[in-house]
């Protein structure tokens, strides 16, 4: 289970409904997709037209080595509201940042529908930052 697809969806959408194109940000974040996820959302973006590849970093990636052989993060909102309020709004302050795409990024988890295997939706909300 990835929530890639949601972020993926997401930020084209943003795009699309806001004119703007992926060098119109100086970072693309998304949390918590993790080291794979991370790639997903490149590829789906990529295959939509949107080539983030340069300005994507995920909260995860950030806050764990990359190297490890999950390949994954851990809790979304807890990367996302670490990066977010610690690392990004320090440099956005500083000046190095000026404008950040972040999307934030969940499952709707339920022990009764996947213990009846059913999926897992996922969803992702996109906030645009400016100083």
């Not at 693309?28 to 997903?40: C, E, K, M, N």
């Not at 590829?43 to 590849?53: A, M, Q």
């Not at 994954?72 to 000026?98: E, R």
Request: charged share 20%.
């Amino acid at each position: 289970m990835t929530t890639a697809p949601a972020a993926a969806d997401t930020i084209i959408q943003h795009f699309k409904d806001t004119g703007t194109e992926p060098e119109d940000y100086d970072l693309i974040l998304t949390g918590d997709l993790g080291a794979l996820g991370s790639r997903i959302v490149k590829d789906l973006t990529w295959e939509k037209g949107f080539d983030i590849s340069e300005n994507h970093v995920d909260c995860g990636e950030i806050v764990y080595k990359v190297i490890e052989k999950e390949f994954q993060g851990g809790s979304g909102a807890g990367c996302s509201a670490t990066v977010l309020n610690s690392y990004i709004l320090t440099k956005m302050n500083a000046g190095l940042y000026k404008r950040v795409l972040f999307a934030a990024t969940g499952a709707l988890l339920s022990t009764v529908s996947s213990g009846q295997g059913e999926s897992i939706p996922c969803i992702s909300h996109v906030v645009q930052l400016e100083v």
